[in-house]
């Protein structure tokens, strides 16, 4: 991502869609105006975005999760979610779980990934007067559904002084069928130089049990056990519970790839048959120029297997390649992005709808965004062919809005298809035609001045 934070990512495939729940990291400031280090201690909303080919994102409504306007009022705040869904009374029912910072584990619900998400229980899953839950930190949650369809939850954290090598804080608690109940007490598994940010996968009949390192690993550990100080470990048992053996290491710190230590979370998913690692960084705030705060931005780079265990991932600024290409024929909300600059993106709820419509607003002149891999060839004609596109867009307080629309680049280099003018502050339909029809496999580049705000756009046949 380019123009927000978001961490502690989760993932959930669904359908021919990737939807990703972040902890939405926020810039704080001091009385001088000056950023000052995230204390993480005002996040109370989680970020949403999803793909249909990890290349272009949508960028949704943020899930107000804790505090007063939030969904679960009870909570203070809300980090690292993990997600899942089953089948409830014949329809697909989603469950999203969260930390109340390191002091419990909460649980929504929605009948769609995106929500409107319910707190079903009002109060905490697991909490600190849980049995068995005597442990530094009671947060960073992962959920598994085996396939004879029982469910478990995972969570825990934190290293007892004197017990680097065992901590004892991880734990693993049996759902009820329900999904927001606990089948049982919690149960210590034992992971070697435990820290936080527990994953669960399951991978030619074996579990695979994922966590971050803390930051005491001594050498002679990393010769023995292959693992180092805050990176992502990979155990496998043949329960989901446990227990487990270590088999070593997949991720380093991000500080490797990047130069910027700090806590390493992930989530591991398939999509399409490829296994993919998705974690976090902070490179957004060295392009942003922020001296290493502590903000986060969320990763997915490759995750290769070989003969049912995985391999170590390579942390890239690039990111994975576009699977399969975007069809620029449907129409898509103004919040898809595969690239942007000096954009933000938000939600409005139209009259009639029943979703939030996701808009992009330009920050300055100059502003843009970048749709990757789009297939004019993907019309439903003989001859497939883009002759003009429909926008839907409105201008901002200053009217007079512009925006230019080019293949290629952003810059005066790449081909111009048209420009639209604006003045209305109402959201409306706009035709802009072609002089050619447009074939072929293209980057697209909506290039703005301040205040346009777009909506929705689509080509046409």
């Known amino acids: 991502m380019t123009h927000t934070f978001g961490a502690d990512p989760t993932v959930l495939v669904y359908g021919d869609?990737?939807?990703?729940?972040?902890?939405?990291?926020?810039?704080?400031?001091?009385?001088?105006?000056?950023?000052?280090n995230n204390s993480y201690g005002t996040i109370n909303t989680l970020r949403v975005a999803s793909s249909a080919d990890l290349a272009n994102w949508v960028y949704h409504e943020p899930i107000k999760v804790a505090g007063y306007n939030g969904i679960a009022k009870w909570a203070n705040l809300s980090w690292a979610p993990a997600i899942t869904y089953k089948e409830v009374n014949g329809q697909d029912k989603f469950?999203?779980?969260?930390?109340?910072?390191?002091?419990?584990?909460?649980?929504?619900?929605?009948?769609?990934?995106?929500?409107?998400?319910?707190?079903?229980?009002?109060?905490?899953?697991?909490?600190?007067?849980?049995?068995?839950?005597?442990?530094?930190?009671?947060?960073?949650?992962?959920?598994?559904?085996?396939?004879?369809?029982?469910?478990?939850?995972?969570?825990?954290?934190?290293?007892?002084?004197?017990?680097?090598?065992?901590?004892?804080?991880?734990?693993?608690?049996?759902?009820?069928?329900?999904?927001?109940?606990?089948?049982?007490?919690?149960v210590k598994i034992d992971v070697p130089y435990f820290f936080e940010a527990i994953g669960m996968n399951k991978l030619n009949g074996r579990y695979i049990f994922s966590y971050c390192t803390n930051w005491s690993v001594p050498e002679e550990a990393r010769t023995r056990l292959g693992i180092d100080r805050a990176v992502i470990a990979v155990m496998s048992g043949s329960n989901p519970m446990g227990p487990f053996t270590l088999e070593g290491?997949?991720?380093?710190?991000?500080?490797?790839?990047?130069?910027?230590?700090?806590?390493?979370?992930?989530?591991?998913?398939?999509?399409?048959?490829?296994?993919?690692?998705?974690?976090?960084?902070?490179?957004?705030?060295?392009?942003?120029?922020?001296?290493?705060?502590?903000?986060?931005?969320?990763?997915?780079?490759?995750?290769?297997?070989?003969?049912?265990?995985?391999?170590?991932?390579?942390?890239?600024?690039?990111?994975?390649?576009?699977?399969?290409?975007?069809?620029p024929?449907?129409?898509?909300?103004?919040?898809?992005?595969?690239?942007?600059?000096?954009?933000?993106?938000?939600?409005?709820?139209?009259?009639?709808?029943?979703?939030?419509?996701?808009?992009?607003?330009?920050?300055?002149?100059?502003s843009w965004l970048g749709i990757i891999g789009a297939d004019f060839e993907l019309g439903s004609t003989e001859n497939p062919g883009a002759k003009s596109i429909t926008i839907n867009a409105r201008a901002g307080q200053q009217g007079n809005c512009t925006m230019e629309i080019r293949l290629g680049s952003p810059s005066g280099t790449g081909e111009l298809l048209g420009t639209l003018k604006i003045r209305n502050a109402a959201?409306?339909?706009?035709?802009?035609?072609?002089?050619?029809t447009i074939n072929g496999v293209h980057d697209i580049f909506f290039i703005f001045n301040s205040g346009f705000i777009l909506n929705s756009w689509q080509f046409n046949e």
């Not at 600190?128 to 954290?157: E, S």
């Not at 898809?336 to 300055?364: C, H, R, W």
């Not at 339909?429 to 072609?434: E, G, L, M, S, V």
């Open 427 to 436: 959201f409306a339909d706009y035709i802009i035609d072609f002089k050619n």
């Open 329 to 366: 024929y449907l129409q898509h909300p103004g919040a898809t992005s595969g690239i942007s600059a000096e954009m933000s993106f938000g939600s409005v709820l139209l009259p009639g709808s029943q979703q939030p419509n996701e808009y992009a607003d330009a920050l300055k002149n100059g």
């Open 17 to 36: 869609r990737v939807y990703i729940y972040m902890t939405a990291d926020t810039l704080e400031y001091d009385h001088y105006l000056e950023i000052k």
């Open 95 to 186: 469950f999203l779980y969260f930390s109340n910072n390191a002091n419990g584990v909460g649980v929504l619900t929605a009948d769609n990934p995106l929500g409107p998400w319910t707190d079903p229980i009002g109060k905490a899953l697991v909490s600190r007067q849980t049995p068995n839950c005597d442990i530094p930190w009671v947060f960073d949650p992962a959920v598994f559904i085996d396939d004879d369809g029982k469910a478990y939850l995972y969570f825990g954290g934190g290293v007892p002084q004197g017990k680097e090598a065992d901590p004892g804080s991880a734990r693993v608690v049996m759902l009820g069928d329900d999904m927001v109940s606990l089948a049982g007490d919690p």
């Open 249 to 327: 290491s997949i991720l380093r710190n991000p500080g490797t790839f990047f130069g910027a230590w700090g806590n390493n979370h992930h989530d591991i998913f398939n999509f399409k048959g490829q296994w993919y690692i998705a974690y976090h960084s902070q490179i957004l705030e060295e392009a942003m120029d922020i001296d290493r705060k502590g903000y986060r931005v969320t990763h997915i780079d490759v995750l290769r297997e070989n003969n049912g265990r995985f391999m170590p991932s390579t942390g890239t600024r690039r990111g994975v390649e576009q699977v399969g290409r975007l069809n």
